[in-house]
């Protein structure tokens, strides 16, 4: 198999890179994924990547129906903040300098 590989340049202030099975995307609109990771800007990307999960799980039609809770799909998020190298020393945590 061929991978598909993508090059985007990188804006000056960073980027963030999110990453997520068809558990989440299958749960969740990406409108509201995007919510969850803006909203956490200043957070870990660990806490955030579990937010995008557990939003995923609380889904009623995630979990197969004999009442165990039991994820019907593989449910994951990973979410990489990129940041330039000049900066990521003074940057807050989960935060970027000059981003709107």
Not at 46 to 51: F, P, Q, R
């Amino acid at each position: 198999a061929t991978p598909a590989v993508t090059s985007l340049k990188l804006p000056r202030c960073g980027a963030d890179f999110l990453v997520c099975s068809d558990g989440v995307w299958d749960a969740l609109p990406a409108e509201a994924v995007l919510a969850t990771v803006r909203g956490m800007m200043r957070s870990p990307v660990t806490l955030a990547a579990s937010a995008i999960v557990e939003s995923a799980l609380n889904q009623r039609h995630a979990y197969d129906c004999d009442g165990y809770r039991r994820p019907r799909d593989d449910t994951t998020a990973l979410l990489l903040r990129v940041r330039r190298s000049d900066e990521a020393e003074v940057l807050p945590a989960g935060g970027c300098l000059g981003c709107s």
